[in-house]
T-cell receptor, first 113, second 114 residues
Framework: SQKIEQNSEALNIQEGKTATLTCNYT??????LQWYRQDPGRGPVFLLL?????KEKRKERLKVTFDTTLKQSLFHITASQPADSATYLC????????????FGQGTTLQVKP | DGGITQSPKYLFRKEGQNVTLSCEQN?????MYWYRQDPGQGLRLIYY???????QKGDIAEGYSVSREKKESFPLTVTSAQKNPTAFYLC?????????????FGPGTRLTVL
């Protein structure tokens, strides 16, 4: 069956450290993968999109990698801050042309001061 | 301000009632989406529309209905046929519905069945 999975356990790290979140998928061959941030009780906010021919994408303290062989994307936040505490969702479009996204269940990140 | 709005923020429904959740956007986006989010689960797609007067079922459309009579509006009706409607409902829009488009989300409506 087709699945997109993120680590359901919360990730707790110390301020200043690098947080690494994982997104694994099976039985999909997406051309793009997106990452969103969601704060409690609010709608998700888009962070980054990475294409299958891009191994790595950066935006300020954020970095995303996309390994189509491993069927995995990693999301890194460097020099993490308490304000980075949120749930992070990965999403992909199985069809490649409808914008009909399939979301992972999200990983909650808690950055402690 | 450009953006996407949902109302109401909280909604309570008695069993057997239909309720309608509002979603409006002024981003001039062609595509709009409705998702449902349950605790510990990702967003699941209910319906989506890539153009006015046209919409398609998502993965969990049973018990829901939508309309897309205007570009800026995509209301969702939760019918009495939906057996477990208590959830957080999110509306989103994107420029054209392509896989590379960013989806912009509204603030959500929390529906509770009494």
């Amino acid at each position: 069956s087709q699945k997109i999975e993120q680590n359901s356990e919360a990730l707790n790290i110390q301020e200043g450290k690098t947080a690494t979140l994982t997104c694994n998928y099976t039985n999909y061959s997406p051309a793009y993968l997106q990452w969103y941030r969601q704060d409690p009780g609010r709608g998700p906010v888009f962070l980054l999109l990475i294409r299958e021919n891009e191994k790595e994408k950066r935006k300020e303290r954020l970095k995303v990698t996309f390994d189509t062989t491993l069927k995995q994307s990693l999301f890194h936040i460097t020099a993490s801050q308490p304000a980075d505490s949120a749930t992070y969702l990965c999403a992909l479009d199985p069809s490649g042309n409808t914008g009909k996204l399939i979301f992972g269940q999200g990983t909650t990140l808690q950055v402690k001061p | 301000d450009g953006g996407i709005t949902q109302s109401p923020k909280y909604l309570f429904r008695k069993e057997g009632q239909n309720v309608t959740l509002s979603c409006e956007q002024n981003l001039n986006h062609d595509a709009m989406y409705w998702y449902r989010q349950d605790p510990g689960q990702g967003l699941r797609l209910i319906y989506y529309s890539q153009i006015v007067n046209d919409f398609q079922k998502g993965d969990i459309a049973e018990g829901y209905s939508v309309s897309r009579e205007k570009k800026e509006s995509f209301p969702l009706t939760v019918t009495s046929a939906q057996k477990n409607p208590t959830a957080f409902y999110l509306c989103a829009s994107s420029k054209s519905g392509r896989a590379t488009d960013t989806q912009y989300f509204g603030p959500g409506t929390r529906l509770t069945v009494l």
